[in-house]
């Protein structure tokens, strides 16, 4: 096994010397956008605007001096405008909340990283006027983001946490006690994609603690509930006196549908009362300026059991055993959704929970609608929906002042990375910070066009168009058809580094929305339920025929990519035709039987297959690419992370790398180590720009007739 290792380190240190070199091209004094360009992004997190609208606290994200990672600090803006004052020096700093007053930052820091992970985040404070921060708690295992009191007196936190820590902590270590590593699972769902291995002895518990008064003090955490679930989406209730939180009180969760019920206890601790229930899961929630109303956003459970379930926006009274009432019944786009992109702060949070308005007749709230994500006025009272936000945009996250005057908003777009903007009470939003300002002065990019398909049934097909910047359509150019994964989520109008270099790199990329995204409607993506792959792949293939259709693309020179579901698709297209010259599946599945047995979570009940593997195998073959490999003549190559529990690269890429080797078809296996299903959003960054080379230096083997060695049999 080492030796194997070895070789797997060699090759890709040769490949990636090998990888074709950035382009020099120039349009207008401008270079072309590069791979390495990641290294230089600078990205907005987790907006919180201070009670009175005056400013702005937000997390930067870097790539840190090795390139290895990336760093965070805080960053303090006026809405007025000016530079970005830096808080803190990170470099592991997030999650900043003010308290009422606004003269305190409360903050969470973590530890130096061992073993590639962050230590334990601490709740620290600072003056909001700028000094020195120091930390106000000091668990074992951490805390999670702070929420102040109304009074400003309290914090309230979520950690893991346990009375034998802290126990385990205060004692003198023995050196004959041996904590065993042996791992006993009685849980069909007992790892997760990043954490690793669960502890199922372990629950997110919510905590309170006394706001220190001198600086330097410690405080003293309290647990507040106990017990054998989960607690999150935790809040005040606005007289301070009650807190409120979500749960799933269900041992097992996975034999039933998704029930998410609002819980409170007293804040001192006691007993929890179950207060808001449905048939469906409740997501984050937020309380009506006079505390007689919540709203939330949840996703009713389908009857039958659904594949997709697009959330709407409820309110209900604050009262135990109060109705919800759904107020998007009749708009039939997703509450709180967002589309996909790689450009995501890797590090830091996105809020975005619902907004009353300050005389309780309106909700504010994100959507995503047609490949578009902004944010929705809704009465309180009748549903009707408003744009409050609107555009071309992707409205990554937001938050409002006390009285909704003003507004902290990530806005992103096909050509800006997020940046933060303040909103006034109309929504007209004012850019505050350009971050990466000296980075695209030097860069020349371009707006993707917008495609519409009429597919084979009828049904009309969104797709994206990006094309090189010094586009002339009098020429020929190659094509690769780049496919989302999910299935349900969407593509849209918001930065992706890959499509812009690929563009960069003489390719059009065409990028669709097939049934089954999500923004189009709970039918269009419901659709695909028993039918994944399938008649998406025909959604794929008439968008490319589209295009073709407009005389600028060699057919002969076609490709095909995705991660994630879009890998999934791209095992499939190459077992139903021949039409692509090359192809890159990315973390994908290929074997659907072994992907029920191995995931990280489960396929219980009847979402995407009607049964077991055993009990309806002919269904579980006829959707599995690795049973019509036989089919494959196009080149293939594989990108697997091997640290990935959500498409575990046994059941994905290796089994069509042993296939395809056996049956001399070229391809290649590009394995990432320790990396998750999160590798192209937040990997480490040099492993970010090998996999987009190694993309890139497959097709430019196969569609551009480029030589290099780094694939060959070594």
């Known amino acids: 096994m080492p030796r194997l290792a070895l070789r797997s380190s060699a090759f890709l240190c040769a490949a990636l010397l090998l990888a074709p070199a950035a382009s020099s091209a120039e349009t207008n004094g401008k270079r072309f956008i590069s791979e390495t360009d990641l290294f230089r992004f600078v990205w907005v997190a987790d907006p919180q605007i201070s009670p009175d609208g005056k400013r702005v606290a937000f997390v930067r994200v870097s790539v840190d001096a090795k ?64 000094g020195e921060a120091w930390p106000i708690t000091d668990l074992p295992r951490g805390t999670g983001a702070p929420v102040w009191s109304p009074d400003g007196k309290k914090l309230l936190f979520s950690s893991t946490t346990t009375d034998k820590d802290i126990a385990k902590k205060n004692e003198k270590p023995d050196p004959n006690d041996r904590e065993s590593d042996v791992r006993v699972i009685a849980r069909a769902v007992y790892r997760s994609n990043g954490p690793g291995f669960l502890d199922p002895t372990r629950h997110g518990h919510l905590w309170t603690l006394d706001v220190p008064k001198s600086a330097g003090e410690l405080a003293k955490p309290k647990p507040v509930t106990s017990g054998d679930f989960d607690e999150g989406n935790a809040a005040w209730s606005p007289d301070g006196k009650e807190i409120y939180f979500t749960s799933s009180r269900i041992k097992e969760p996975y034999y039933e549908e998704t029930k ?87 590090r830091g949070g996105s809020p975005s929970e619902a907004v009353w308005s300050a005389d309780g007749k309106s909700i504010f709230v994100s959507t995503a609608e047609n490949g578009r994500a902004n944010i929705k006025k809704i009465d309180a009272a009748t549903g009707k929906v408003e744009p409050f936000t609107s555009g071309d945009q992707d409205v990554m996250s937001y938050t409002a002042s006390s009285d909704g005057s003003k507004w902290a908003l ?26 990466n300002k000296d980075l695209m002065s030097e860069i020349t990019l371009t707006e993707p066009e917008e495609m519409w398909v009429t597919s084979f049934d009828g049904k009309k097909i969104a797709s994206f168009v990006q ?95 995705g991660g994630s579901g879009g890998g999934v698709l791209t ?27 191995t995931a990280d979570f489960t396929l219980f009940r009847p979402s995407w297959f009607r049964a077991a593997p055993w009990e309806d195998p002919k269904d579980f073959a006829a959707r599995s690419a690795i049973t019509f ?86």
């Open 571 to 597: 095992n499939w297209a190459i077992t139903q035709t021949d039409r692509f010259a090359a192809a890159v599946s990315q973390r994908s599945i290929a074997d659907w039987a072994g992907f029920w047995y």
């Open 629 to 714: 490999v036989d089919k494959v003549k196009t080149p293939l190559m594989l990108i697997e992370g091997e640290a990935d529990l959500r498409t575990p690269p046994s059941d994905g890429g290796e089994q069509m790398f042993r296939a395809l080797k056996y049956r001399k078809i070229p391809t290649v296996m590009v394995r990432f180590p320790g990396e998750s299903h999160e590798l192209s959003r937040s990997g480490q960054p040099w492993h970010r720009i090998e996999r987009l080379r190694h993309i890139v230096g497959w097709f430019d083997v196969y569609l551009q007739g480029q030589k290099t060695d780094a694939y060959d049999v070594k």
């Open 467 to 561: 094309k090189p910047p010094n586009f002339d359509p009098s020429k020929k150019y190659p094509l690769i058809l780049n496919i989302h994964g999910g299935p349900h989520a969407a593509y849209g109008t918001t930065f992706d580094h890959e499509f812009q270099w690929m563009a960069a790199k003489g390719y059009v990329v065409v990028y669709p929305n097939p049934r089954g995204s999500t923004s189009y409607g709970q039918d269009f993506g419901n659709i695909i339920q028993y039918r994944y792959p399938g008649d998406d792949h025909k959604d794929l293939m008439a968008c490319v025929d589209e295009v073709i259709k407009k005389g600028y693309i060699d057919t002969t020179k076609l490709g095909v990519t």
């Open 67 to 130: 390139k290895e990672g990336y760093e965070t600090s805080l960053f303090v803006v006026d809405t007025s405008g000016g530079d970005p004052r830096r808080f803190t020096n990170g470099p592991r700093d997030a999650s900043p909340r003010w308290s009422p007053d606004g003269q305190w930052l409360a903050f969470l820091r973590s530890g130096a990283e061992t073993g590639g992970r962050p230590g334990p985040a601490q709740i620290h404070l600072i003056a909001a006027g700028g």
């Open 260 to 346: 998410v019920e609002i819980f409170k206890v007293a804040a001192s601790g006691g007993e929890t009362t179950r207060l808001v229930s449905m048939d469906g899961g409740i997501g984050d929630f937020s309380f009506s300026p006079d505390g007689k109303r919540i709203a939330f956003r949840g996703a009713l459970n389908g009857k039958p059991t659904r594949s997709y379930s697009q959330p709407d926006l409820f309110v209900v009274d604050n009262a135990v055993g109060a109705v919800p009432k759904n107020l998007t019944a009749g708009y039939d786009f997703d509450i709180g959704g967002g589309l996909t992109g790689d450009q995501r702060a890797p």
């Open 410 to 435: 990530v806005l992103s777009t096909p050509t800006r990375i997020g940046d933060l903007f303040v909103g006034d009470a109309a929504g007209k939003a004012t850019r505050l910070t350009d971050l």
